[in-house]
């Protein structure tokens, strides 16, 4: 069974167009996360939600928009696309916990969606 | 502001050998610390973690990592590498935020080539 998934794991597509990827984890988390990541290989982090509620909105444009429907899922929509929003683009899963439980604040990433804008 | 620095780019070792990556961060408090590793076409998998306790921390697949809190650094390390090892490392610093929400904040990684 996997963890946290994405679908799709590729997607080629024109600018301007609009898409979306779709992220499900089915590890009991109550925060999910969407990160970037470029052709240089760096990873930045672009959302945060905690039980449904965004928590963190790291600058990104407004052309993207995540939306949870549920705790298990978190999906990223963007309109209008660009060449430089090509990347890789990695959904995770964590269980928050104030603190340093042993299991809390480890985030557990999906295999990745490669989205190509041409 | 946090931060995390990976200092080499691409490392090359024979089959064999002994590894240490390197990594150093910036934070203000105790920092939670953490190595990934993603070979090609993957996701992020978790070596190891370092929260609190023993510096030493033991890891999957053979890695170990040492926090060094006066030199900013937690370096991963493995005595014997294998060709499988060949990926990219990444070494993070979970940075709360808003209160008790975690995010990582990255190096730019390491791409590991094992030579046989």
């Known amino acids: 069974d996997t963890a946290v998934s994405q679908t799709p794991k590729y997607l080629v597509t024109q600018m301007g167009n609009d898409k979306s990827i779709k992220c499900e984890q089915n590890?009991?988390?109550?925060?999910m996360y969407w990160y970037k990541q470029d052709s240089k290989k760096f990873l930045k982090i672009m959302f945060s939600?905690?039980?449904?509620?965004?928590?963190i909105n790291e600058t990104v444009p407004n052309r993207f928009s995540p939306k949870s429907p549920d705790k298990a899922h978190l999906n990223l929509h963007i309109n209008s696309l660009e060449l430089g929003d090509s990347a890789v683009y990695f959904c995770?899963?964590?269980?928050?916990?104030?603190?340093?439980?042993?299991?809390?604040?480890?985030?557990?990433f999906g295999a990745g969606s490669r989205l190509t804008v041409l | 502001a946090q931060s995390v620095t990976q200092p080499d780019i691409h490392i090359t070792v024979s089959e064999g050998a002994s590894l240490e990556l390197r990594c150093n961060y910036s934070?203000?408090?105790?920092?939670?610390l953490f190595w990934y590793v993603q070979s090609p076409g993957q996701g992020l998998q978790l070596l190891l973690k370092?929260?609190?306790?023993?510096?030493l921390v033991q890891g999957i697949k053979g890695f170990e990592a040492e926090f060094k809190r006066s030199q900013s650094s937690f370096n991963l390390r493995k005595p014997s590498v294998h060709w499988s090892d060949a990926a990219e490392y990444f070494c993070?610093?979970?940075?709360?935020?808003?209160?008790?929400?975690?995010?990582?904040?990255f190096g730019t990684g390491t791409l590991l080539a094992v030579q046989p």
């Open positions: 995770a899963s964590s269980h928050q916990s104030p603190g340093t439980g042993s299991g809390a604040n480890v985030l557990t």
């Open positions: 590890l009991g988390h109550d925060t």
């Open positions: 939600y905690n039980n449904k509620e965004l928590i």
């Open positions: 934070y203000g408090a105790t920092p939670y």
């Open positions: 370092y929260f609190s306790g023993d510096t």
């Open positions: 993070a610093v979970g940075a709360f935020y808003g209160g008790a929400t975690n995010k990582l904040i």
